[in-house]
Structures are given as C-alpha cells and as structure tokens.
C-alpha cells in the first residue's frame, strides 16, 4: 500500500509466501495491505473496489499488536471497513471494536439452503426456514438435555420443548402460544387464553403480607347482571364452577358454587397424608341437591330440606338476666329472679327452649321479638308464667309473625 513492494514472508510462525510491508510511522490503523481494483467503464479506467490490510492497535512504537481489516465499496461510494478480526481473534461485522467472539452492528439473518429469506421484520436476529420445519433455536447441554425453541413441526405455533433429532419430531412441545395469543403448556392446540393439560401448583408468596391466594377476579369485576369471572372446573354441555354471584332479591353478592339441575353439590373429606386417586378417595360430608335443596348431612340422598343422620345439637346458653337473646342459642337456662322477660331474635318457624330455674320462684312476664299476641298452653293469662321455687320451669316457644307459641312444663 505504501509503494514498498512485495517480498517472500519467512518469518516463524508463517510459512514462506507473500508478504506486503509497510514502511509509514508507526500509528494507531496503519499496517501492511492488498487492494483489489476493478475496471469500471469496460475500457481501461479502473478504481479501487476493496481492501484487506493489517491496522496497528495502538500508535505506542514497540507495540505489535494489530488487526485485520476487511473493506469494501458501495457504489458511488467509498472504500470502507465492513469486518475486522482483532488481535485477539474477535470478529466484528460493522463495528471495528468487537468486544465478544462474534459481534455485529445490524441484524443476523440465517434461512435453510434454497429458502428465500423473510426480511419484512426488524428483528436482529432473524431465522427463515422451510414450512415445513419446526426447531429454530437449539440450546445444548452437552451430554445432558437439549432444549429447542421454534414452531410446532409444520405449523405458525410458537414452542419451547425437549430438542428432537428431526423437525417432524418436534410435535408436542411443553410451551406452546398459537397466533391469536392462546398459551397451552402440555397442549398444542389451547383452546383458551392460557389452556394447562396437567396439575397446577400454587407455591406461598415471598413476602409475609403479600397475599397467598391464586386470584380467578383479579380485576375486581363485581357485575350485578353479567357472569363475573370465576373457576369452572367442568363445561361441556353441563357446567360447573365457582364464581362471584349476586341475588337481585337480596340485594346481596355472595360466592356461588353451581352444578347442572340432576346433580349434587358436596362437601367431601379424604383419608389424610394421601392423595385422592379416584372418586373412591371421598367420603362425602354435606351433599345438596341442586333439583330441590335438600341438604343432607351425613346423607347422600337427602329426602327433606335439612335430613340428618346422625345427632344434632343446638348450643345450651346459661345465663342470668331479664333479656334472653336466642342469637346466644336456642336452648337457654335462665336463674333471673321474677319479672318481666324480653325475648329477643326470634325467627319465624323456629323452635326454641327456655329453662327458668330460679330458687324462689314467681311470676315472669314474656315479652319481645315484636309478638303482640301470646298463646300459651297451660294458659298463660297476661303472658304470664308461674314458675314454682326451686322447681325447673321449661317453655317451649316458637313464633309466627305476631303470634307467640308457648307450652310450659311447670314444678319439674
């Protein structure tokens, strides 16, 4: 490049050949080179079309570090770099720096041998292949698992699987998102938004106060006409689920548990430190029939509103005072000395019992939960009850409407 001229190399490690030497003061890009020169008018003019030369790292004199820089030129342009191999053996490809093995400035395109490259993307790193093809992307651990990314063998699905030996084995992914934006994972063809073959595991979060729960509403959807969103666990023809309801007649938003009429909703129970592994596993506690109503408890086949198989019990509240709450239990002991009563949270139709116990005994006076009329049997004049001292009194009571039920057992 500087008029020095050739000379045969034989300098270790090289072997003899063409060597181009170059005389300019030592400085940093300066260094031996070949040009290569073309005729441009089909006559005798001819101009430099490319270049290859050795470029100094450093302009320190001593220094013997340098690199090997590749030129060309576009038309009506000039000659310049387009790919260097540095001194320490890293290529780069648009840049003169390349600080890894293999570095570029603009986008990788790789296709198969005879595919024409799809360059209508902005990707930089683009790979084209066949329509019929599948892995893209190989990632090896050598001698242990390979993972592949790339599409479903032969279609437009996006995957990540286990690596296969041939494309047409790359046909059930465990990663799959098809075009419209459905995720399946153990799926290729989800039908949802996400679409899960398999088991899912919720792991606690983190952070103590974070919450722990796996959301079905995260948007906090609360639609008094619409379906919110919820968990369905079957539907196909029948449906069935959980979700946020509302009932217009109540006014109230409440969880709702469904099932198809002709089925039952259960609350069932399985032997402990297992698994269940089949319907066998269960032992149903609390079944309703969704035709009727009818709860059962320790029933399956309930034949009335509430059937039970087994005892119930109410709670026994004791107390000693003038106001006797029946939200404290429907059956109540009460020691108060005489006076009046005032009964209180009586529901229509139900069934209560009050024990009177006091020592010296005298005339008590029901009142309360809004009845206005008294019934009573023995007769009760006033709404008055005698209770004989030292004696247990029991009053079984209900009310309907206004309409106050009592039969006493008197001197027991």
Known sequence: RDGGGTKASTTSPLTPGLAVPDSTTAGRGVGGGLECWGNITRTTSSTQGAAIHAAKTAATAGLTGFDLAFNTRVNSGNVTEKMRITTGGNVGIGTT??????????????????????????????????????????????????WSLGTVYNSNTFAIGAG???DSAFTA??????????????????????????????????????????????????????????????????????DLGYNSSSSRFRTRIFSPTGTDIAFASHPSGTAPTGQASFTDLVVINSTNGNVGIGSVTPGAKLQVNGQAASVVATIASTTVDFNSGNIQTNSVAAGTLTLSNMIDGASYTLILTNATGGNYVLSGSSITAWHCAPACASNTVTVVGGTHTVLSLMKVGVNGYVTWINGM
Request: net charge neutral.
């Open 97 to 146: 720096n390349p600080l890894t093995l293999l570095e570029t400035s603009g986008a990788i395109h790789a296709h198969d041998a005879g595919q024409a490259p799809d360059n209508g993307y902005n990707g930089l790193i683009r790979v084209t292949r066949t329509p019929a093809s599948g892995q893209y992307i190989n990632l090896t651990r050598n001698g242990n698992f390979v």
């Open 164 to 166: 296969q030996a041939t």
């Open 173 to 242: 992914p465990a990663f799959n998102i098809t075009t419209g934006g459905n995720v399946g994972i153990g799926t290729t063809a989800p039908a949802s938004t996400l679409d899960v073959n398999g088991a899912i595991y919720q792991r606690p979060a983190a952070a103590a106060n974070t919450s722990k729960y796996m959301s079905t509403n995260a948007g906090n959807i609360a639609d008094l006409t619409n379906l919110n969103p919820g968990l369905l666990v079957f539907g196909t023809g029948n449906f069935y689920g959980l």
